[in-house]
């Protein structure tokens, strides 16, 4: 059982990229214009989800969730701004490093311009943990709702769909993004994409392996489920699952290459699977949601 409605999957979306927001910003080398991007980009999708469950069918606890879901990420995002000029300590170390190697190659001293000089405290990256938090607590009350009171079973497929689902869905989106921040800040070391690949590897097979739990795609795929196209959702199901997860070792391997351009067609890679990851989740919600 899962229930396809606009309000659960702008949650599910919201939770999902604010948890990886995290993941990323917690190596403290990336820019604060990423997590400025991430913060307001979520934002809006938790305030979309509010109210989409307000004009289509209230649920008190997912729907509280969701506006405290967005007021997290805007809190965040205020003191991110009010703390940028302190930057971002890895970053701040890895520019610092840079200029003493040119210094050191061509003799030139840099001067530092006292005005511009780094001070305050630093964002903290676990505030964008709240936002994900919060937003975790409405999905497992929007989960509990759909399977209406059926079986613990039941409840516990439901619930991992839904988790995983959004956990899925945040890392390809924030891995996309990720990979065009690469444009912005051109140094930026290509761990942090290799670490969202290797989440979305890992999180692939069990976002597969929850849609195909009984009463799941298998069934649609036996004729028990009417998917009420004789069966091609399901296969269009299984498509873009085994593509998503093609796309996403193809991006690994894109990524082991020296040059810089393997950086901007893994990013291309990640853009072709975003959509056939969001084919993988919501194609399997639109047939489930009827059984």
């Known amino acids: 059982m899962i229930r396809l409605d606009a309000a659960t999957v702008l949650l599910q979306w919201a939770t999902g990229g604010m948890l990886f927001c995290w993941f990323t910003t917690r190596r403290r080398v990336i820019g604060v214009g990423y997590g400025w991007l991430l913060r307001g980009t979520y934002l809006c999708f938790a305030a979309g989800a509010l109210a989409a469950g307000l004009a289509l069918g209230f649920d008190p606890v997912r729907d509280i969730s969701s506006a405290l ?3 997290a990420c ?4 205020v003191v991110s701004i009010v703390r940028k000029g302190a930057g971002v300590s890895g970053e701040n170390a890895e520019f610092d490093r840079r200029t003493e190697r040119v210094a050191a190659m061509t003799g030139i001293e840099r001067d530092v311009d006292e005005s511009v000089v780094r001070s305050g405290s630093e964002f ?18 929007a989960a509990i709702d759909a399977t209406n009171g059926a079986s613990f079973a039941t409840l516990t497929v ?3 769909r839904t988790l995983i689902g959004a956990a899925f869905i945040g890392a390809i989106s924030d891995g996309m993004l990720l990979g065009h921040w690469y444009l912005v800040q051109p140094g930026l070391p290509r761990k942090l994409l ?4 290797t989440a979305l590897m890992w999180l692939w097979p069990l976002e597969v392996g929850a849609m195909l739990l009984p009463t799941g795609m298998i069934s649609v795929w036996l004729g028990t489920v ?4 004789g069966g091609l959702l399901g296969w269009m199901w299984g498509m873009c699952a085994i593509s998503t997860i093609i796309l996403v070792l193809v991006t690994r391997a894109a990524l082991k290459e020296r040059y810089y351009s393997a950086v901007m067609a893994a990013t291309g890679l990640l853009y072709l699977a975003i959509l056939t990851a969001f084919g993988t989740d919501i194609v399997a919600r639109a047939v489930l949601d009827q059984t």
Do not use: Q
Request: no cysteine; net charge negative.
């Open 69 to 71: 879901v967005a007021l």
């Open 74 to 77: 805007l809190f965040a995002l």
């Open 124 to 141: 903290n990256p676990n505030l964008d943990l709240v936002p994900a938090a919060i937003g975790f607590i409405g999905l497992i009350a």
């Open 158 to 160: 439901a619930l991992l």
């Open 194 to 197: 290799n670490e969202m690949v």
């Open 226 to 229: 009417d998917d009420g196209w």
